[in-house]
């Protein structure tokens, strides 16, 4: 890659390097084929991936089309008994392909896709390609609701991480490594119960990424991280993560990250009891974020739209919404790693109709439960827990409800100060 395409990416140019990339394809394209002219090729091929994903989207025809044809050219290039001068191209294109189908996601593609990637990886026992293999491998468990699994190859993807050698690699595969670990693991962190640790790693992430080129890590670190902020309650930090992102995004010309900013803000709007605008923003954003080919994360931004729906009084919507939710996770994606608060929200919203159906809700805070514990989810019990105590609570089973909660309250050791550890502590003070 020449150098001002190399400039381009540095400093997240990525209209600029898209333009200049695709130019280059087609001059090599009238030129007669030789060995050094197919691996330029593979090369300029391999780069268009990252601006492609970050200005069109991840999983947009475009960048999905884009690590095909630069795994087609590796292909046709070892056939020809060529041999790349740079190991990484491969796992570069591979990584494209993995992007593409995790954001247009299919739990069970997913996994076996970064469980090829990792194999291949440890076949040739390099550091990067385990490095990102064990990222690729926790990220896709994570989401699939296999969360101790996957918090264990994030764990095993930062200890392979060097900063001052692998940073550089952030132009290649679009994300640094190690912001990209720092920011996916607060989620499995706190889903097992450690919101405190979850915080550290998401203001550790956000630090680096602010010292790493391109801005790409940057929008991707204020993004997951904001998430953090609000599984902990604490929308008064992710507010202005988001409109950061979105800044950034509008400067970059970065849609994908423009469309997932949208739908932060609606899941802001309604977790601040702008439920009007919530519905509006959500819907505004879904239909940003699947322009871009994207289905990563429907269960969980449809909840919310749920919940937004329900406080308008307009039920309907709401059961139809945690309808496609549930069947997102259970057959469509498999994406479910928020299962528990899907079945825990669809009993509150059984609660609020106007006729209260208690039998109902109370079956689905028991699947709620029984998920989260077979997940290891003690964030998601403890809510699951808290709904089902009030409502038995409200039938008169305050000893009942205490007992249940109780235990619960009392594995964990950290995160006191978050708003779900607050809530837990005052209702069992209220059911002693």
Request: charged share 20%.
């Amino acid at each position: 890659m020449n150098s001002p395409l190399q400039r381009s990416l540095d400093r997240s140019a990525l209209v600029e390097a898209t333009e200049q990339l695709t130019r280059a394809l087609g001059q090599i394209a009238t030129l007669p084929a030789t060995t050094a002219l197919r691996d330029e090729e593979i090369k300029v091929q391999v780069a268009l991936i990252t601006p492609l994903i970050h200005v069109r989207g991840y999983a947009a025809p475009e960048a999905r089309a884009a690590a095909e044809r630069a795994r087609l050219l590796i292909d046709k290039a070892e056939a020809l008994g060529e041999h790349l001068e740079d190991p990484l191209l491969l796992f570069s294109a591979l990584y494209g392909i993995w992007t593409a189908n995790y954001v247009g996601f299919n739990g069970d593609v997913v996994r076996d896709l970064a469980a090829q990637f990792l194999a291949l990886a440890e076949q040739q026992g390099a550091t990067v390609p385990l490095m990102v293999g064990h990222r690729l491998t926790g990220i896709s468990l994570l989401c699939i609701g296999d969360i101790v699994q996957g918090r264990t190859h994030l764990d095993r993807a930062f200890a392979l991480y060097d900063a001052a050698a692998h940073r550089p690699l952030a132009t290649r595969i679009g994300i640094d490594t190690g912001v990209s670990v720092l920011s996916y693991r607060p989620l499995a962190l706190w889903l097992l119960g450690y919101p405190d640790a979850a915080l550290a790693d998401s203001r550790s992430a956000l630090k680096d990424a602010r010292e790493v080129s391109p801005a790409t890590s940057l929008m991707y670190a204020l993004t997951m991280t904001s998430l953090t902020h609000i599984c902990r309650g604490d929308c008064a930090a992710a507010a202005p993560q988001i409109d950061e992102v979105v800044s950034w995004a509008n400067e970059k010309g970065a849609g994908f990250w423009k469309a997932y900013g949208m739908l932060v803000r609606g899941w802001l709007s309604g977790m601040t009891a702008k439920r009007s605008d919530a519905v509006d923003t959500i819907t505004a954003g879904i239909a940003a974020w699947r322009s871009t080919g994207a289905t990563l994360w429907t269960p969980w931004y449809l909840s919310y739209l749920v919940a937004a729906h329900a406080e308008l009084g307009q039920f309907d919507d709401a059961w139809r919404c945690i309808g496609q939710a549930m069947t997102v996770m259970e057959t469509t994606t498999k994406e479910r790693w928020c299962e528990a608060e899907a079945h825990r929200t669809a009993g509150e919203i059984a609660l609020m109709l106007p006729e209260r159906d208690a039998a109902r809700a109370e079956a689905y805070f028991e699947r709620a439960l029984a998920v989260a514990r077979k997940q290891q989810a003690k964030s998601w019990e403890l809510r699951a827990a808290m709904s089902m105590a009030r409502l038995w609570r409200d039938q008169g089973k305050r000893q009942q409800a205490h007992d249940l909660l109780a235990p619960v309250y009392g594995w964990f050791t950290e995160g006191f100060d978050t708003l779900d550890l607050k809530e837990a502590k005052a209702l069992l003070d209220e059911l002693a």
